[in-house]
Protein backbone atom coordinates (compact mmCIF):
# COMPACT_ATOMS: atom_id res chain seq x y z
CA UNK A 1 0.00 0.00 0.00
CA UNK A 2 1.36 3.58 -0.87
CA UNK A 3 0.63 6.94 -0.39
CA UNK A 4 -1.22 8.69 -3.10
CA UNK A 5 0.44 11.44 -5.20
CA UNK A 6 -0.69 14.24 -3.30
CA UNK A 7 0.93 13.17 0.13
CA UNK A 8 4.18 13.41 -1.88
CA UNK A 9 6.04 10.93 -3.88
CA UNK A 10 6.73 7.44 -2.15
CA UNK A 11 10.76 6.71 -1.87
CA UNK A 12 12.24 4.99 -4.46
CA UNK A 13 13.73 2.66 -2.21
CA UNK A 14 13.01 1.80 1.36
CA UNK A 15 15.39 1.77 4.39
CA UNK A 16 15.84 -1.17 6.23
CA UNK A 17 13.66 0.23 8.86
CA UNK A 18 11.03 1.56 6.41
CA UNK A 19 10.11 -2.12 5.03
CA UNK A 20 6.65 -3.55 5.05
CA UNK A 21 6.41 -5.41 8.71
CA UNK A 22 7.21 -8.88 7.31
CA UNK A 23 3.59 -9.73 9.50
CA UNK A 24 1.31 -7.16 7.88
CA UNK A 25 -0.33 -9.32 5.10
CA UNK A 26 -0.70 -12.48 7.56
CA UNK A 27 -2.00 -9.82 10.68
CA UNK A 28 -4.43 -8.17 8.24
CA UNK A 29 -5.39 -12.20 7.19
CA UNK A 30 -6.14 -12.64 10.80
CA UNK A 31 -7.98 -9.73 11.71
CA UNK A 32 -9.93 -10.32 8.46
CA UNK A 33 -10.71 -13.63 9.26
CA UNK A 34 -11.97 -13.44 12.65
CA UNK A 35 -14.34 -10.42 11.52
CA UNK A 36 -15.46 -13.03 8.61
CA UNK A 37 -16.67 -15.52 11.63
CA UNK A 38 -19.72 -13.13 11.52
CA UNK A 39 -20.46 -14.63 7.54
CA UNK A 40 -20.05 -18.24 9.08
CA UNK A 41 -22.71 -17.71 11.68
CA UNK A 42 -24.48 -16.11 8.78
CA UNK A 43 -24.61 -19.30 6.67
CA UNK A 44 -24.62 -21.80 9.01
CA UNK A 45 -27.77 -19.80 11.17
CA UNK A 46 -29.40 -19.53 7.67
CA UNK A 47 -28.95 -22.72 6.20
CA UNK A 48 -29.65 -24.69 9.95
CA UNK A 49 -33.45 -25.10 9.13
CA UNK A 50 -32.44 -26.81 5.76
CA UNK A 51 -32.87 -30.26 7.41
CA UNK A 52 -35.64 -29.18 9.58
CA UNK A 53 -37.85 -27.65 7.38
CA UNK A 54 -40.40 -31.25 7.01
CA UNK A 55 -40.10 -31.72 10.49
CA UNK A 56 -41.32 -27.79 11.55
CA UNK A 57 -44.05 -28.44 8.86
CA UNK A 58 -45.15 -31.64 10.17
CA UNK A 59 -44.91 -31.10 13.74
CA UNK A 60 -46.78 -27.28 13.53
CA UNK A 61 -49.24 -28.83 10.32
CA UNK A 62 -48.59 -25.81 8.36
CA UNK A 63 -49.24 -24.78 4.93
CA UNK A 64 -46.78 -24.28 1.98
CA UNK A 65 -47.07 -20.27 2.51
CA UNK A 66 -46.65 -20.87 6.06
CA UNK A 67 -43.65 -23.09 5.87
CA UNK A 68 -42.10 -20.30 3.63
CA UNK A 69 -42.68 -17.76 5.71
CA UNK A 70 -40.85 -19.25 8.79
CA UNK A 71 -37.94 -20.60 6.59
CA UNK A 72 -37.98 -17.02 5.71
CA UNK A 73 -38.73 -15.09 8.68
CA UNK A 74 -35.04 -14.49 9.38
CA UNK A 75 -35.05 -12.75 6.60
CA UNK A 76 -37.10 -9.76 7.78
CA UNK A 77 -34.50 -9.66 10.79
CA UNK A 78 -31.68 -9.91 8.51
CA UNK A 79 -32.91 -6.67 6.89
CA UNK A 80 -33.72 -5.17 9.65
CA UNK A 81 -30.75 -6.19 11.35
CA UNK A 82 -28.75 -4.65 7.94
CA UNK A 83 -30.62 -1.38 7.83
CA UNK A 84 -29.70 -0.24 11.57
CA UNK A 85 -25.76 -2.08 11.67
CA UNK A 86 -24.10 0.98 9.62
CA UNK A 87 -25.71 3.87 11.87
CA UNK A 88 -24.60 1.70 15.10
CA UNK A 89 -21.20 0.73 13.99
CA UNK A 90 -20.18 4.34 13.42
CA UNK A 91 -21.64 5.69 16.88
CA UNK A 92 -20.76 2.60 18.70
CA UNK A 93 -17.53 0.79 16.85
CA UNK A 94 -17.31 -2.33 14.21
CA UNK A 95 -15.90 -4.52 17.52
CA UNK A 96 -19.11 -3.65 19.55
CA UNK A 97 -21.64 -4.12 17.25
CA UNK A 98 -19.96 -7.82 16.58
CA UNK A 99 -20.13 -8.50 20.30
CA UNK A 100 -24.02 -7.36 19.48
CA UNK A 101 -24.88 -10.14 16.75
CA UNK A 102 -23.15 -13.01 18.71
CA UNK A 103 -25.59 -12.51 21.46
CA UNK A 104 -28.21 -12.16 19.56
CA UNK A 105 -26.59 -15.58 17.92
CA UNK A 106 -26.85 -17.15 21.01
CA UNK A 107 -30.34 -16.23 21.89
CA UNK A 108 -31.81 -16.95 18.64
CA UNK A 109 -30.18 -20.64 18.92
CA UNK A 110 -31.57 -21.27 22.36
CA UNK A 111 -35.06 -20.13 21.48
CA UNK A 112 -35.55 -21.73 18.21
CA UNK A 113 -34.48 -25.05 19.95
CA UNK A 114 -37.13 -24.49 22.54
CA UNK A 115 -40.09 -23.23 20.14
CA UNK A 116 -43.33 -24.78 21.12
CA UNK A 117 -45.51 -23.62 17.74
CA UNK A 118 -44.85 -21.82 14.53
CA UNK A 119 -45.19 -17.97 16.17
CA UNK A 120 -42.48 -19.10 18.57
CA UNK A 121 -39.90 -20.25 16.02
CA UNK A 122 -40.85 -17.15 13.96
CA UNK A 123 -40.00 -15.06 16.24
CA UNK A 124 -36.82 -16.39 17.39
CA UNK A 125 -35.76 -16.46 13.44
CA UNK A 126 -36.49 -12.93 13.54
CA UNK A 127 -34.23 -12.43 16.48
CA UNK A 128 -31.25 -14.22 14.52
CA UNK A 129 -31.81 -12.61 11.35
CA UNK A 130 -31.64 -9.52 13.49
CA UNK A 131 -27.92 -10.91 14.16
CA UNK A 132 -27.09 -11.98 10.27
CA UNK A 133 -28.02 -8.79 9.05
CA UNK A 134 -26.12 -6.83 11.18
CA UNK A 135 -22.93 -9.63 11.01
CA UNK A 136 -23.49 -9.20 7.01
CA UNK A 137 -22.91 -5.33 7.18
CA UNK A 138 -19.81 -5.25 9.75
CA UNK A 139 -17.87 -8.36 8.31
CA UNK A 140 -17.06 -6.89 4.60
CA UNK A 141 -17.02 -3.19 6.13
CA UNK A 142 -14.53 -3.98 9.00
CA UNK A 143 -12.10 -6.26 6.23
CA UNK A 144 -12.30 -3.15 3.64
CA UNK A 145 -10.99 -1.24 5.98
CA UNK A 146 -8.40 -2.95 7.57
CA UNK A 147 -7.05 -4.64 4.54
CA UNK A 148 -4.59 -3.47 1.86
CA UNK A 149 -6.14 -2.48 -1.71
CA UNK A 150 -3.52 -4.79 -3.13
CA UNK A 151 -5.61 -7.97 -0.94
CA UNK A 152 -8.39 -6.54 -0.56
CA UNK A 153 -10.59 -8.55 -3.01
CA UNK A 154 -9.14 -12.18 -1.21
CA UNK A 155 -9.79 -10.42 1.98
CA UNK A 156 -12.81 -9.26 1.13
CA UNK A 157 -13.96 -12.88 -0.40
CA UNK A 158 -13.06 -14.26 2.86
CA UNK A 159 -16.37 -13.06 3.93
CA UNK A 160 -17.92 -15.19 1.18
CA UNK A 161 -15.81 -17.95 1.91
CA UNK A 162 -17.12 -18.24 5.74
CA UNK A 163 -20.73 -17.81 4.43
CA UNK A 164 -20.26 -21.13 2.75
CA UNK A 165 -18.14 -22.66 5.46
CA UNK A 166 -21.12 -21.92 7.78
CA UNK A 167 -23.36 -23.31 5.11
CA UNK A 168 -21.72 -27.11 4.77
CA UNK A 169 -21.04 -27.07 8.47
CA UNK A 170 -25.06 -26.64 9.26
CA UNK A 171 -25.87 -28.94 6.20
CA UNK A 172 -23.31 -31.51 7.31
CA UNK A 173 -24.18 -31.04 10.93
CA UNK A 174 -28.36 -31.42 9.89
CA UNK A 175 -27.53 -34.67 8.53
CA UNK A 176 -25.32 -36.49 10.47
CA UNK A 177 -28.05 -35.61 13.12
CA UNK A 178 -30.88 -36.90 11.46
CA UNK A 179 -28.81 -39.95 10.58
CA UNK A 180 -28.47 -40.16 14.66
CA UNK A 181 -32.00 -40.16 15.29
CA UNK A 182 -34.40 -42.59 15.38
CA UNK A 183 -36.48 -41.57 12.37
CA UNK A 184 -34.68 -38.19 10.67
CA UNK A 185 -35.42 -35.17 11.47
CA UNK A 186 -38.55 -35.46 12.99
CA UNK A 187 -37.16 -38.01 15.30
CA UNK A 188 -35.89 -39.04 18.57
CA UNK A 189 -32.37 -38.02 19.27
CA UNK A 190 -30.35 -39.97 21.46
CA UNK A 191 -29.77 -37.09 23.75
CA UNK A 192 -33.60 -36.08 24.05
CA UNK A 193 -35.76 -33.88 22.67
CA UNK A 194 -36.72 -33.80 18.35
CA UNK A 195 -33.76 -33.72 16.49
CA UNK A 196 -34.80 -30.68 14.74
CA UNK A 197 -34.15 -28.88 17.59
CA UNK A 198 -30.99 -29.76 18.15
CA UNK A 199 -30.42 -28.89 14.71
CA UNK A 200 -31.46 -25.09 16.03
CA UNK A 201 -29.09 -25.37 19.22
CA UNK A 202 -25.86 -26.69 17.44
CA UNK A 203 -25.28 -22.95 16.18
CA UNK A 204 -24.77 -21.77 19.94
CA UNK A 205 -21.12 -23.37 19.88
CA UNK A 206 -20.13 -21.27 17.04
CA UNK A 207 -21.59 -18.00 18.31
CA UNK A 208 -19.73 -18.12 21.22
CA UNK A 209 -16.85 -18.69 19.56
CA UNK A 210 -17.65 -15.59 17.57
CA UNK A 211 -18.21 -13.58 20.23
CA UNK A 212 -15.03 -14.17 22.06
CA UNK A 213 -12.62 -14.18 19.17
CA UNK A 214 -14.62 -10.41 18.37
CA UNK A 215 -12.83 -8.98 21.86
CA UNK A 216 -9.54 -9.84 20.62
CA UNK A 217 -9.56 -7.67 17.23
CA UNK A 218 -8.49 -4.31 17.17
CA UNK A 219 -11.20 -1.58 15.90
CA UNK A 220 -10.88 -0.18 12.64
CA UNK A 221 -9.14 2.79 11.82
CA UNK A 222 -10.86 4.69 9.54
CA UNK A 223 -13.28 4.37 12.92
CA UNK A 224 -10.84 5.61 15.14
CA UNK A 225 -9.92 8.21 12.91
CA UNK A 226 -13.42 9.46 12.80
CA UNK A 227 -13.60 9.62 16.37
CA UNK A 228 -10.32 11.49 16.51
CA UNK A 229 -8.40 8.47 18.37
CA UNK A 230 -5.27 9.06 15.95
CA UNK A 231 -3.32 7.42 18.52
CA UNK A 232 -5.13 4.30 18.44
CA UNK A 233 -5.39 4.44 14.61
CA UNK A 234 -1.90 4.78 14.30
CA UNK A 235 -0.77 1.95 16.61
CA UNK A 236 -3.40 -0.86 14.16
CA UNK A 237 -1.74 0.76 11.50
CA UNK A 238 1.29 -0.08 12.03
CA UNK A 239 0.71 -3.52 12.38
CA UNK A 240 -0.93 -3.60 8.77
CA UNK A 241 1.67 -1.39 6.47
CA UNK A 242 5.12 0.81 6.26
CA UNK A 243 6.00 2.27 9.16
CA UNK A 244 6.88 5.34 7.04
CA UNK A 245 2.90 5.42 5.47
CA UNK A 246 1.15 5.55 8.59
CA UNK A 247 1.38 9.09 8.86
CA UNK A 248 0.04 9.83 5.32
CA UNK A 249 -1.85 6.97 5.75
CA UNK A 250 -3.73 8.58 8.64
CA UNK A 251 -3.85 12.47 6.71
CA UNK A 252 -5.24 10.81 3.71
CA UNK A 253 -8.48 9.41 6.13
CA UNK A 254 -8.27 12.00 7.53
CA UNK A 255 -9.50 13.87 4.44
CA UNK A 256 -11.90 11.70 3.56
CA UNK A 257 -13.57 11.88 6.84
CA UNK A 258 -13.24 15.43 7.32
CA UNK A 259 -16.86 16.20 7.93
CA UNK A 260 -17.22 14.06 10.78
CA UNK A 261 -20.93 13.85 11.68
CA UNK A 262 -23.71 10.72 11.68
CA UNK A 263 -24.51 9.71 7.97
CA UNK A 264 -27.78 10.20 6.93
CA UNK A 265 -30.01 8.66 4.21
CA UNK A 266 -29.92 12.16 2.57
CA UNK A 267 -26.72 11.68 1.51
CA UNK A 268 -27.04 9.08 -0.46
CA UNK A 269 -29.11 11.26 -2.46
CA UNK A 270 -28.58 11.70 -6.19
CA UNK A 271 -30.16 12.77 -9.66
CA UNK A 272 -31.09 8.81 -10.36
CA UNK A 273 -34.15 8.29 -8.94
CA UNK A 274 -33.59 9.94 -5.92
CA UNK A 275 -30.19 8.31 -5.20
CA UNK A 276 -26.65 8.34 -6.18
CA UNK A 277 -25.94 6.07 -9.12
CA UNK A 278 -22.90 4.26 -7.29
CA UNK A 279 -25.68 3.27 -4.63
CA UNK A 280 -28.30 1.95 -7.20
CA UNK A 281 -25.18 -0.28 -8.52
CA UNK A 282 -25.39 -1.46 -5.17
CA UNK A 283 -28.66 -2.14 -4.79
CA UNK A 284 -29.40 -4.12 -8.07
CA UNK A 285 -26.00 -6.16 -7.74
CA UNK A 286 -27.24 -6.96 -3.93
CA UNK A 287 -30.81 -7.81 -5.41
CA UNK A 288 -29.77 -9.98 -8.35
CA UNK A 289 -27.63 -12.32 -6.34
CA UNK A 290 -30.78 -13.44 -4.45
CA UNK A 291 -32.97 -13.00 -7.47
CA UNK A 292 -31.17 -16.19 -9.50
CA UNK A 293 -32.24 -18.42 -6.31
CA UNK A 294 -29.39 -19.68 -4.99
CA UNK A 295 -30.92 -19.70 -1.68
CA UNK A 296 -33.29 -22.31 -2.57
CA UNK A 297 -30.78 -24.59 -2.88
CA UNK A 298 -29.82 -23.94 0.56
CA UNK A 299 -32.92 -23.49 2.55
CA UNK A 300 -34.88 -26.20 1.01
CA UNK A 301 -32.54 -28.24 -1.06
CA UNK A 302 -33.73 -31.35 0.69
CA UNK A 303 -37.02 -30.97 0.15
CA UNK A 304 -36.48 -29.98 -3.45
CA UNK A 305 -34.88 -33.41 -3.90
CA UNK A 306 -37.54 -35.13 -1.56
CA UNK A 307 -40.27 -33.87 -3.94
CA UNK A 308 -38.60 -35.29 -7.70
CA UNK A 309 -38.02 -38.48 -6.14
CA UNK A 310 -35.43 -38.30 -3.50
CA UNK A 311 -35.31 -40.21 -0.12
CA UNK A 312 -35.02 -37.83 2.97
CA UNK A 313 -31.24 -39.63 3.53
CA UNK A 314 -30.50 -38.69 0.19
CA UNK A 315 -31.90 -35.70 -0.37
CA UNK A 316 -29.65 -34.51 2.44
CA UNK A 317 -26.84 -35.96 1.24
CA UNK A 318 -27.32 -34.37 -1.90
CA UNK A 319 -27.85 -31.12 0.00
CA UNK A 320 -24.22 -32.02 1.59
CA UNK A 321 -22.69 -31.91 -1.61
CA UNK A 322 -24.17 -28.93 -2.99
CA UNK A 323 -22.10 -27.19 0.03
CA UNK A 324 -19.07 -28.80 -0.80
CA UNK A 325 -19.30 -27.18 -4.74
CA UNK A 326 -19.93 -24.10 -3.13
CA UNK A 327 -16.61 -24.29 -0.64
CA UNK A 328 -14.60 -25.14 -3.37
CA UNK A 329 -15.63 -22.83 -6.15
CA UNK A 330 -15.64 -20.11 -3.64
CA UNK A 331 -11.59 -20.57 -3.32
CA UNK A 332 -11.55 -20.79 -7.35
CA UNK A 333 -12.67 -16.76 -6.37
CA UNK A 334 -10.53 -16.04 -4.06
CA UNK A 335 -7.71 -16.68 -6.34
CA UNK A 336 -9.21 -15.32 -9.13
CA UNK A 337 -10.63 -11.88 -7.90
CA UNK A 338 -7.42 -9.87 -7.38
CA UNK A 339 -5.80 -11.32 -10.73
CA UNK A 340 -8.91 -10.48 -13.20
CA UNK A 341 -11.11 -8.05 -11.66
CA UNK A 342 -14.37 -7.90 -10.49
CA UNK A 343 -16.25 -7.38 -13.94
CA UNK A 344 -15.30 -10.50 -15.57
CA UNK A 345 -16.16 -12.72 -13.00
CA UNK A 346 -19.68 -11.27 -12.54
CA UNK A 347 -20.35 -11.82 -16.49
CA UNK A 348 -18.83 -15.45 -16.54
CA UNK A 349 -21.01 -16.28 -13.50
CA UNK A 350 -24.45 -14.62 -14.96
CA UNK A 351 -23.64 -16.57 -18.17
CA UNK A 352 -22.79 -19.93 -16.24
CA UNK A 353 -25.90 -19.37 -14.05
CA UNK A 354 -28.03 -18.70 -17.14
CA UNK A 355 -27.16 -21.96 -18.66
CA UNK A 356 -27.23 -24.16 -15.63
CA UNK A 357 -31.21 -22.68 -14.24
CA UNK A 358 -32.52 -22.94 -17.81
CA UNK A 359 -30.96 -26.71 -17.64
CA UNK A 360 -33.00 -27.35 -14.43
CA UNK A 361 -35.69 -25.62 -15.94
CA UNK A 362 -35.92 -28.31 -18.60
CA UNK A 363 -35.19 -31.12 -16.10
CA UNK A 364 -37.99 -30.27 -14.18
CA UNK A 365 -40.18 -30.37 -17.15
CA UNK A 366 -39.93 -33.80 -17.28
CA UNK A 367 -40.52 -34.88 -14.13
CA UNK A 368 -43.92 -37.46 -14.32
CA UNK A 369 -45.35 -39.49 -11.34
CA UNK A 370 -44.83 -42.71 -10.12
CA UNK A 371 -47.51 -44.31 -7.50
CA UNK A 372 -48.52 -40.56 -6.68
CA UNK A 373 -45.24 -38.95 -5.95
CA UNK A 374 -43.08 -36.97 -8.78
CA UNK A 375 -39.81 -37.93 -9.97
CA UNK A 376 -37.22 -37.31 -12.64
CA UNK A 377 -36.26 -39.94 -15.36
CA UNK A 378 -33.14 -41.89 -15.80
CA UNK A 379 -31.34 -39.30 -17.76
CA UNK A 380 -33.15 -35.86 -16.50
CA UNK A 381 -32.12 -36.97 -12.47
CA UNK A 382 -28.38 -36.88 -13.17
CA UNK A 383 -28.40 -34.22 -15.76
CA UNK A 384 -30.95 -32.08 -12.66
CA UNK A 385 -27.74 -32.95 -10.02
CA UNK A 386 -24.91 -31.65 -12.68
CA UNK A 387 -27.00 -28.60 -13.63
CA UNK A 388 -27.53 -27.54 -9.88
CA UNK A 389 -23.97 -28.28 -8.78
CA UNK A 390 -23.08 -26.33 -11.95
CA UNK A 391 -24.97 -23.37 -10.79
CA UNK A 392 -23.75 -23.39 -7.37
CA UNK A 393 -20.32 -23.22 -8.52
CA UNK A 394 -21.10 -20.49 -10.98
CA UNK A 395 -22.49 -18.58 -8.40
CA UNK A 396 -19.71 -19.32 -6.02
CA UNK A 397 -16.77 -18.61 -8.09
CA UNK A 398 -18.52 -14.73 -8.97
CA UNK A 399 -21.86 -13.63 -7.74
CA UNK A 400 -21.25 -15.04 -4.18
CA UNK A 401 -17.87 -13.09 -3.04
CA UNK A 402 -17.45 -10.62 -5.43
CA UNK A 403 -20.89 -9.06 -4.42
CA UNK A 404 -20.11 -8.83 -0.77
CA UNK A 405 -16.46 -7.43 -1.79
CA UNK A 406 -17.89 -4.81 -4.26
CA UNK A 407 -20.53 -3.70 -1.19
CA UNK A 408 -17.27 -3.21 0.80
CA UNK A 409 -15.34 -0.59 -1.48
CA UNK A 410 -17.42 0.90 -3.95
CA UNK A 411 -18.87 3.78 -1.76
CA UNK A 412 -16.45 6.04 0.01
CA UNK A 413 -15.52 6.62 2.91
CA UNK A 414 -18.51 9.04 4.23
CA UNK A 415 -21.88 6.95 2.86
CA UNK A 416 -20.24 3.70 2.78
CA UNK A 417 -21.67 3.37 6.15
CA UNK A 418 -25.18 4.17 5.09
CA UNK A 419 -24.94 3.49 1.47
CA UNK A 420 -23.82 -0.62 2.65
CA UNK A 421 -27.14 -0.09 5.28
CA UNK A 422 -29.28 0.58 2.42
CA UNK A 423 -27.65 -2.31 -0.27
CA UNK A 424 -27.56 -5.02 2.19
CA UNK A 425 -31.16 -4.31 3.66
CA UNK A 426 -32.22 -4.27 -0.29
CA UNK A 427 -30.19 -7.78 -0.49
CA UNK A 428 -32.48 -9.25 2.60
CA UNK A 429 -35.74 -7.87 1.20
CA UNK A 430 -34.79 -9.75 -2.15
CA UNK A 431 -33.91 -12.68 -0.13
CA UNK A 432 -37.02 -13.22 1.78
CA UNK A 433 -39.09 -12.73 -1.71
CA UNK A 434 -37.71 -15.31 -3.43
CA UNK A 435 -37.29 -17.65 -0.08
CA UNK A 436 -40.95 -16.84 0.69
CA UNK A 437 -42.46 -17.31 -2.27
CA UNK A 438 -40.72 -20.74 -3.40
CA UNK A 439 -43.15 -23.62 -1.72
CA UNK A 440 -46.29 -21.84 -3.47
CA UNK A 441 -43.93 -21.22 -6.79
CA UNK A 442 -42.52 -24.94 -6.77
CA UNK A 443 -46.46 -26.08 -5.77
CA UNK A 444 -47.76 -24.87 -8.87
CA UNK A 445 -44.18 -25.65 -11.08
CA UNK A 446 -40.70 -26.13 -10.84
CA UNK A 447 -40.42 -25.11 -13.96
CA UNK A 448 -42.57 -21.39 -13.20
CA UNK A 449 -39.58 -21.10 -10.36
CA UNK A 450 -36.58 -22.02 -12.02
CA UNK A 451 -37.82 -20.26 -15.39
CA UNK A 452 -38.30 -16.71 -13.74
CA UNK A 453 -34.54 -17.58 -11.73
CA UNK A 454 -32.84 -18.11 -15.15
CA UNK A 455 -34.71 -14.78 -16.57
CA UNK A 456 -32.80 -12.77 -13.21
CA UNK A 457 -29.40 -14.58 -14.06
CA UNK A 458 -29.73 -13.46 -17.84
CA UNK A 459 -30.65 -9.34 -16.38
CA UNK A 460 -28.05 -9.96 -13.92
CA UNK A 461 -25.51 -10.20 -16.91
CA UNK A 462 -26.70 -7.47 -18.94
CA UNK A 463 -26.47 -5.13 -15.75
CA UNK A 464 -22.81 -5.92 -15.14
CA UNK A 465 -21.98 -5.68 -18.72
CA UNK A 466 -23.47 -1.87 -19.14
CA UNK A 467 -23.35 -0.27 -15.69
CA UNK A 468 -20.91 -2.15 -12.93
CA UNK A 469 -17.69 0.03 -13.03
CA UNK A 470 -14.43 -1.98 -11.66
CA UNK A 471 -13.36 -1.38 -8.73
CA UNK A 472 -10.20 -4.04 -8.69
CA UNK A 473 -6.59 -1.90 -7.03
CA UNK A 474 -8.39 1.03 -6.31
CA UNK A 475 -8.00 2.39 -2.20
CA UNK A 476 -10.92 2.65 -0.43
CA UNK A 477 -10.24 6.59 -0.24
CA UNK A 478 -10.18 7.21 -3.68
CA UNK A 479 -13.70 5.96 -4.30
CA UNK A 480 -15.36 9.74 -3.97
CA UNK A 481 -13.79 10.21 -7.32
CA UNK A 482 -16.18 6.85 -8.41
CA UNK A 483 -19.32 8.79 -6.22
CA UNK A 484 -18.38 12.20 -8.02
CA UNK A 485 -18.89 10.62 -11.31
CA UNK A 486 -21.53 8.70 -10.18
CA UNK A 487 -23.58 11.72 -8.76
CA UNK A 488 -23.11 13.75 -12.25
Known sequence: ?????????????????????????????????????????????SSVINGAVGAIEDEFGLS?????????????????????????????????????????????????????????????????????????????????????????????????MAIVLGIFAALVVDYVIAEASDGGASGEFPWGGTAWRWMFASAIVPAVVYGVIATTIPESPRYLVKRHETERARDVLARLMKPSEVDAKIRQIGRSVSTDRPVRLRDLRGRTFGLLAVVWVGILLSVFQQFVGINVIFYYSSSLWQAVGYTESDAMFTSVINSVVNVVFTLVAIALIDRIGRRPLLLAGAAGMTLSLGTLAVCFSTATVVDGEPALGDVAGPVALVAANVFVASF?????????????????????????????????????????????????????????????????????????????????????????????
Open 64 to 160: DFAVGFVVSSALLGCAVGAWFAGPLADRLGRVRVMLIAAILFVVSSLGSALAFNAIDLTFWRLVGGLAIGAASVIAPAYIAEIAPAELRGRLGSLQQ
Open 1 to 45: MTPSNSDGPAPEKDSPSEQTPSHSAATAALLAGAAALGGFLFGYD
Open 396 to 488: AATWGPVVWVMLGEMFNNFIRAAALAVATASQWIANWIITTTFPELSSVSLVLAYGLYTFFAALAFLFTWRVVPETKGRELEDMDKLTMRARA
